[in-house]
């Protein structure tokens, strides 16, 4: 158990639609990224914040936003979706945002499926 | 910009029999990190071995060693005693030094056969 929780597991829903993840940290870690894996692009960095601020961002679409909260908790908001947004989601969290020697500790991923 | 390549999309061996998986990357950078993570059937990502680019020693984990070739940008995993338990997804990261951002290659499926 890594200690980073996602939900939900599963998520099933249509083109057009809009969903939230959501990802609670590591106890004590700071900083939260997230993470798309898809069949044809492999894992892919989206976005990173820490301590309530976006600190790095990669490719993320800007149909996809996200934020994190006074709680560290973050949320990871997916709107327009489209069938290629179909993809496991993963969160990670880690202590120290500048410190690549400090481990990221993913979470067991939210798959999304758009039908 | 950073890539990192892994060349082979599936590899089997037998169990109790040593592995590798191929890594290369390509970056302009000096000095970085490496990483083998591990994704099973269950899917969660699991650190396996990182590699400080500064350090000329290979860094070892119990049955999992790196074979860390800076000037050739190659970062391979070997995998001694393969047991059942190893069959995973093999994802090769790199990470530069400042920020925190992952590089993934696109995996390797290894199978351990019984």
């Known amino acids: 158990d890594s200690g980073v929780t996602q939900t939900p597991k599963h998520l099933i829903t249509a083109t057009g639609q809009r969903v939230t993840l959501r990802c609670s940290p590591r106890?004590?870690?700071?900083?939260v990224y997230w993470y798309q894996q898809s069949l044809d692009q492999g894992l892919q960095f989206l976005i990173q914040y820490y301590n309530g601020e976006e600190r790095a961002k990669g490719n993320i679409l800007e149909r996809f936003s996200a934020q994190q909260f006074p709680d560290l908790h973050s949320e990871l908001n997916l709107s327009s979706l489209e069938l290629g947004d179909s993809a496991l989601y993963f969160c990670?969290?880690?202590?120290?945002?500048?410190?690549?020697?400090?481990?990221?500790?993913f979470g067991d991923g939210t798959r999304l499926s758009i039908l | 910009a950073q890539t990192v390549t892994q060349s082979q999309p599936e590899m089997s061996v037998q169990e109790a029999e040593t592995v590798t998986l191929s890594c290369t990357y390509d970056?302009?950078?000096?000095?970085?990190?490496l990483f083998w993570y591990k994704q099973p059937p269950s899917r969660q990502m699991i650190l396996v071995i990182r590699?400080?680019?500064?350090?000329?020693q290979n860094a070892t984990e119990n049955r999992f060693s790196v074979n860390f070739q800076k000037a050739a940008k190659s970062f391979s995993l070997k995998i001694s005693d393969s047991q059942l338990g190893d069959t995973a997804m093999y994802f090769c990261?790199?990470?530069?030094?400042?920020?925190?951002?992952?590089?993934f290659g696109t995996g390797t499926s290894l199978t351990v056969i019984p």
């Open positions: 970056t302009s950078e000096s000095n970085y990190y």
């Open positions: 590699q400080e680019a500064y350090k000329q």
């Open positions: 990670a969290s880690s202590v120290d945002p500048d410190s690549p020697y400090q481990p990221q500790h």
């Open positions: 106890s004590g870690d700071l900083s």
């Open positions: 990261a790199f990470m530069k030094n400042t920020g925190n951002q992952f590089y």
